[in-house]
């Protein structure tokens, strides 16, 4: 396991920042790496966001100093979401599987937590966030909702969202995972919005808001192509190219949108 550590600024800061510190403050260039658990913590919010990418193991969530705990989440919750293939969570003994843009919550007080991929050839990729938690609240797999069908006993369907226009080149759908119309959570907000074939544009209107800060994860973005996150104070804002399958963290006075090559996807 890996662990960074990024500490919080204040945005009259940002601002002297040159394009190499902006992406060493801001971006996090590497989320999977194969039979690896990269992690970002970071002092805004405290929250935590990185990636499990299990191929010949099965990987074990452990705890780091940092944190001062006995396990990861002794007083933190979890969101994950499967960007990969087919995979299975193991929660204190009892295992979820999760296929491709499936998520699951996971509660304060799950002591072990185990990654595997079904087939090595077809790899789980396990985007992670962990925010603090005062409160255990039940574990709940999390799925995109089937049309005509109700969700598997146990299961939560997500709540979809659909917005934008193609004239505003920013027609997507919002899929809502850990929210309170689906489950209940500390702090933890997280869900997956797919753009649309032919837009670009995502979070718009640009905004900002001091109740909470972010983290972008963009993927499903063809190497040859990429998206330009912007960021900063509205009468500043600053720019982060990113390619596929890397995240930026969003500090709440900081606005958060961005403009691709390509349609994307992003959590």
Known sequence: MKFDIRYANHPDDSKHYDTKELREKYLIEKLFEEDEILLTYSHQDRIIAGGAMPVKKTLSLGTFKELATDYFLERREMGVINIGGAGIITLDGKKYELGHKEGIYIGMGTKEIEFASVKAGAPAKFYINSSPAH?????????????????????????????????????????????????????????????????????????????????????????????????????????????????????????????????????
Request: charged share 20%.
């Open 135 to 267: 409160k255990t609240y039940p574990t709940v797999k999390i799925i995109k909702p089937v049309e005509g069908k109700t969700a598997p006993e146990g299961v939560k369907y997500c709540v979809q969202r659909h917005l934008g226009t193609e004239a505003g080149m920013n027609k997507r759908t919002i899929n809502q995972f850990i929210i309170g119309d689906v489950c209940e959570s500390c702090q933890l907000a997280m869900g997956m919005t797919e753009l649309d074939s032919g837009n670009a544009w995502n979070t718009l209107p640009s905004h900002t808001h001091e109740r909470r800060m972010e983290v972008y994860m963009y993927f499903e973005v063809p190497d040859d192509q990429a998206v330009i996150h912007l960021m900063g104070q509205p009468q500043e804002t600053r720019h982060i190219i990113m390619h596929n399958e890397q995240a930026v963290i969003s500090p709440s006075w900081s606005i958060h949108t961005g403009i691709g090559t390509h349609n994307y996807t992003f959590i």
